[in-house]
DNA sequence: CGTTCATTTGAGAAACCTCAAGATTGGTGG
DNA sequence: CCACCAATCTTGAGGTTTCTCAAATGAACG
């Protein structure tokens, strides 16, 4: 995807560096951008001033595709580490896909890829308790790694309790006590010192955590 | 849009009645179907059995967005009224977009507004207590039947409770609860002798119950 | 080596869920 | 037209999860 990209439309690169925006809510849409390297959170910041992580990505994933309606970016865009962006003008984008179907089949099946992870994190956030939630946060996010070819058995986040809860809808201290509680059951390791680098034994070991902390689904059946 | 397409892509009408599905979880991805009357429901289905409402689309929305990346749908798209919906094959869609680029924008301004909207209900389901996010239900409803030139002061609920509170990550007994806690601030009233059928006297009281409800958020803005 | 920020842990409070019992409604058949 | 049935909805009481508040510990940095 990358490749195809670059062989096909004007591309504008990037290094940023933890805490870098690559843009932000309300600000007038015009291109949209690729994480060459590295990981970003968009953050929605609702009109009264309420702040919610809405999405992690990694790379290969496209940015600001929620600016295309509306003329101006949805959230901000935030490096959560040391990375690289890609940007490209939206309209120089059209006129190649034009040109070269697949461009225009990677930029759907991004978006759609995105729809998905959006109704993965509402069914999530709707039916698991919080533990459950924070498993699920951490095979998440050992599945982007692997679907990129990375070592997935561990793990960095780059993000504090704080963050990791806001996206989960939960606080800092429930996070910590989700770990604490992973962490005593084997399912996940604390390597060094630093609480940010997490050991994953298994994935199977955090999906077997998620189903067997869920909540008795009689009640969520009962949609019919 | 409805018109657009109906001069530029081959179309197929259906008629549905509530209950009736237009796809399936798992079925293989062929088509986008666009609402032309009507409501309806997506249900997405995790491994376990949990059942999750991740999305209500209304007239002039598009539905299986979410099956572009991974070849099948990855939600039931369920009809809660009698309504009208259309299908297109996505490869006659793609064909028609290469000469009629204005249907590409259609599509992808679709696409970008169902990320919009996921992400706002993120938002309120990680930020807003339950009262606010019944608040909250009743004011997107109310909001998308404006923005289609419908009247908006009254609006027929085609959910039971149960299916809202779902959606809401609620029990059906919390929704009851907010909405008779609703009734008794006077921000909605309810019509004859059914509770589906809601007036709303105005949107703004709405929109101030969810702020006044809304908890303060000092915490929340600690994102920093 | 002290300061600052992130994290952990505990105890009490609040929101929400669960369970249960009645009410209300809409539909169906007598 | 009325009575009954099934489904939906409301309301209450008590339990559970999660949040809030507070304090202590640990790590990072100059």
Redesign the interface.
Known sequence: MLQLLEATVPIQRRIVRAGDTVFQVGQSFGSLYVVNSGFFK???L?N????????LQFKGDWLG??????GHY??DAVAIDTGEIWSVRYDAL?QA??RT?AL?TA??????????R??????S????PADARVAGFLRYWADALEQRGLRNDQITLFMTR??IG?Y??M?LESVSRALTKLARGDVIRFIEKGRRDIQIPTVEALTRFI?HT?AP?E?????H
Chains 1, 2 share one sequence.
Do not use: F, K
């Open positions: 968009m953050v929605n609702s009264e001033g309420r702040e919610q992580v809405v999405g595709m929620d600016g295309i309606a509306a949805g959230c059209m896909a034009l179907p225009l930029l759907h099946e991004a978006m759609s890829r995105e729809l998905v959006d109704h993965d994190s509402l069914l956030l709707c039916t698991l704080a963050e806001n989960l809808g606080t189903q869920a689904l009640r969520a059946a009962a949609l």
